[in-house]
């Protein structure tokens, strides 16, 4: 890119808790203020801020502004607090995030005559499940002025109109990331990600009991959190009813996962559907081996070429799950084999490049 032709954006989404979009936006925020443009973050829900972000990134919580008493407000007056936030900063253009958030975006954007630019992060098929949430995108997605995929599947599930003004790009794999180390390879196998319906988790864990049986000195580690009610509670409720109890460790959140799970066996995706899998993205930079669903919209198919830097799995099929832990766990030398050319995504998919997409994408609207 020569001159920016961008001199104010407006980057928006619900906060900055911990989570694959979440972390994209941070470092999207923080690459384009290196780029000296002038970058505004608006947190419309929740003054959450688990990443590192720039110094020259100016962070706007309107959470205080959106809610009352720990409740947000209706969605009126959400509207209406972001449109007059646009008014006041004047973006050149605004960037959005996540259904809800671009839904208040591409509303806001059009009031305050700001150009916008939103992202799907998910799979449009199953995300959102409502049937309201999903006419409201129907009606108001196609007065955005541009659109960014992640995926040709998720972009091709929307119509000749929104595809037309769309781009694909995928994520940014996260930088600074430690490399596995398979010199000492210890018998736990990894996974990460929201202790939610969408990760399948009981699928992993029913997996895992199977190879556990045979390689009874094995662990799996499951990092993240819960946000339904219940969440962990069930999935303790499975591990125990397996006599797992002392074999499959509920994590958590910690600050050092990639240190934690450098010297493990393998890292285990095991989701029904998904974007582009940041947590699978980043094992595979650091150059561990991966196991994948080939789950919509087809995010993991993407990164992985089945049986060379990865292994790709159906939804749902624990047995399939299962043998693929086997393989790796039993053959080291394929293990060491997928796992080195798994490294090629840290280069392929560095900030560096797909921040560049990200902004010319941007300037073109301009």
Known sequence: ????????????????????S?????????????????????????????????????VIPLCDKVSKYGRLVSPWKRFSILREELKALKPDIIMSFLYTVNLYSILAGKFADVPVVISERNDPKRSPRSKPKR????????????????????????????????????????????????????????????????????????????????????KLHIFGRGFGSGALQNLKEITAGYGLETSVVFEGIVNDVHERIKSGTMYVLSSDFEGMPNALMEAMAMGLPCISTDCPAGGPRELIND????????VGDAEAMAEAMEKIISDKAFADRIGEKAKAVRENYSLERMGRKYLECLERLL
């Open 1 to 20: 890119m020569g001159e920016n032709k961008i001199k104010k954006v407006a980057f928006v989404i619900s906060s900055l808790a911990s989570g694959g």
């Open 307 to 314: 049986q060379e830097n990865g292994l790709l799995v159906p």
């Open 135 to 218: 006419l409201a995108r129907r009606l108001v997605y196609p007065f955005a002025d541009g659109y960014i995929f992640q995926t040709d599947e998720v972009k091709g599930y929307f119509s000749k109109k929104i595809q037309d003004r769309s781009w694909v790009i995928p994520n940014p794999v996260k930088g600074n990331l430690p490399h596995a180390d398979r010199t000492n390879v210890t018998k736990d196998i990894y996974a990460i990600g929201r202790l939610e319906e969408q990760k399948n988790y009981p699928m992993m864990i029913s997996a895992f009991k199977t190879v556990w049986m045979k390689h009874p000195d094995y």
């Open 22 to 58: 979440e972390r994209v936006m941070s470092e999207l925020a923080s690459y384009a203020a290196g780029k000296n443009i002038e970058v505004y973050l608006i947190l419309l829900s929740y003054n959450v801020c688990e990443y590192d972000l720039d110094d020259r990134v100016k």
